[in-house]
């Protein structure tokens, strides 16, 4: 049987007296490749402050790895790369090995000794993103792209389960947005990473993906990606309440 690494139970949220998520039940799978997909301000980033728990819910559950959030304390079983990790200007002063390097803190703590063999686990991260030649450089040189997979390798190091990533695709130029899936089917595949994908932007739900989930403050849909392919564009204007279209 599959483990559900998330489970959220009607979960409802509130900031103040702005209702943002209302009655959200759904599960992530091990094994599974999903993308989030929701318009700008339809409660995302919210969602995935409940599940990092940063945020808690106002009703309902959150479990992560089968644990209320409340005593989840494998903190270091989620990766998460935000949307702003890659926002470096070409001056800042720190090499693509310090980066990722310092992922490594979230496993061996903040004040503990880093591992004699740290270089290699830094070698090896950056190979499971391609990026392994660009070990010395620095990192506001790299393109936003590139800059990416760093931060993902910076996540890896730490041997998240899951990995979640926040927009990954904004600021990756069209040619390169191909290579930059296969890269996380890869991670998928064969390294066994379950993985969310947060996106705004329907065209950017590939068919790499396993599972799509339409959130606008509840979950509209969540299944297989062939099911959503069926959707219309009728439909998701109906959920996003505005011009929202597939482009086959
Ligand atoms: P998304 O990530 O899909 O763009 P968000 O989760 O950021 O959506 O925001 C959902 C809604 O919650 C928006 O209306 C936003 O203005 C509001 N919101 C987000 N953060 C806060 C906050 N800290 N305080 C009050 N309202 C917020």
């Known amino acids: 049987m599959t483990k559900s690494l998330i489970e959220l139970k009607n979960v409802s949220f509130q900031y103040e007296h702005t209702k943002v998520l209302h009655n959200i039940s ?56 935000s949307q702003k990790s890659n926002a470096f200007n070409s001056s800042f002063p720190a090499t693509v090995e310090e980066v990722v390097k310092s992922g490594l803190t979230k496993k061996v703590g903040l004040f503990k000794r880093m591992p004699k063999n740290s270089k290699e686990l830094v070698i090896e991260a950056l190979k499971s993103v ?81 599972h799509v989930a339409c959130l606008n403050q509840t979950i509209h849909f969540h299944g297989y990606k062939k099911d959503f392919d069926a959707i219309s564009n009728e439909q998701l204007n109906d959920w996003y309440g505005h011009s929202v279209r597939k482009i086959h």
Request: without cysteine; proline residues 3%; negative net charge.
């Open 26 to 81: 759904f599960s992530v799978s091990e094994g599974d490749f999903l993308a989030l997909l929701g318009p700008n301000g339809s409660g995302k980033s919210t969602l995935l402050k409940l599940i990092l728990g940063i945020e808690k819910p106002l009703t309902g559950e959150v479990n992560l790895f089968g644990v209320s959030t409340n005593s989840f304390v494998n903190r270091e079983w989620i990766g998460y790369v």
């Open 130 to 210: 391609g990026m392994e030649d660009y070990l010395s450089r620095n990192i506001g040189q790299l393109s936003g792209g590139q800059q990416q997979r760093v931060f993902i390798a910076r996540a890896l190091i730490a041997e998240p389960k899951l990995l979640i990533l926040d927009e990954p695709t904004v600021g990756i130029d069209h040619e390169n947005v191909q290579s930059f899936y296969d890269m996380l089917v890869r991670l998928n595949e064969e390294q066994k990473k379950t993985i969310i994908l947060v996106t705004h932007d329907v065209d950017t739900v590939s068919n790499r993906i396993s």
